[in-house]
């Protein structure tokens, strides 16, 4: 599974940005899918996922602030995010999570683009 991160930039504090992802070798349907993102000398975090059956989980910084959404058919995993803050510039990644037939847990990732809010 490859997955290739696109919509990193620079935007200006209280503005929005939509962050996408492609995926290929595999039909992702039955995978969770989502976006972490890693501001440096922390910890990569949560930003949001949504699993096959469209459950989704966000960090508690998002606030309501971001969306995700994906389409199967497509292979895409889309972040969309508002009212971005400073506090909000970070790497972010593109996530795909499979599970085994054993009960295992695979993950794939991207190789991340950067968001930077500054005005």
């Known amino acids: 599974v490859k997955l290739v991160e696109s919509g990193g930039g620079l935007v200006q504090p209280g503005g929005s940005l939509r962050l996408s992802c492609a995926a290929s070798g595999d039909s992702l349907s039955d995978y969770t899918m989502g976006w972490y993102r890693q501001i440096p000398g922390q910890l990569r975090e949560l930003v949001g996922s949504?699993?096959?059956?469209?459950?989704?989980k966000y960090g508690d910084f998002v606030k309501g602030r971001f969306a995700v959404f994906r389409d199967n058919a497509k292979n895409t995993i889309d972040l969309q995010m508002t009212n971005l803050n400073p506090e909000d510039t970070a790497a972010y990644y593109c996530?795909?999570?499979?599970?085994?037939?054993?009960?295992?847990?695979?993950?794939?990732w991207g190789e991340g683009t950067q968001v930077t809010v500054s005005g």
């Open positions: 949504v699993n096959s059956a469209g459950f989704t």
């Open positions: 996530q795909a999570e499979q599970r085994t037939a054993i009960g295992g847990l695979i993950w794939y």
